[in-house]
């Protein structure tokens, strides 16, 4: 996929992925792309926000794609809608390298304890 994270912090992630090797059949950065990188994001953030003794499973991911993409790189950024004891919920903006939102994603993760001898 080809996802660099390029800035981090309890209230902010930042990652890119580039469109070449992403495409679907059209020609179009694929949808499924979009939705791994807002899943990474997402996910990451979950996780700074769990801490360390704890881990953020993906429950739901919603995309809608919004301008196609057939070039560049696509840089997603995941800021928190709710972050709770038990679950964590991210909205994710991507956006071309014109700064022209692509696809908004919305992300719940479940916060559980670290299972034994992770």
Do not use: F
């Amino acid at each position: 996929m080809g996802i660099e994270i390029v800035d981090w912090a309890p209230d902010r992630v930042v990652g890119t992925m580039p469109v070449a090797g992403n495409r679907q059949p059209y020609g179009l950065l694929h949808g499924g792309a979009n939705a791994v990188l807002a899943e990474t994001v997402g996910s990451i953030a979950a996780a700074l926000h769990a801490g360390d003794e704890r881990i953020a499973v993906g429950l739901e991911l919603t995309c809608t794609h919004h301008r196609a993409v057939t070039e560049g790189v696509v840089t997603g950024i995941a800021t928190p809608v709710h972050l709770g004891r038990a679950t964590a919920t991210y909205d994710i903006v991507i956006t071309d390298e014109k700064d022209r939102r692509t696809c908004s994603a919305r992300l719940t993760c479940v916060l559980r304890d670290q299972p034994p001898g992770q």
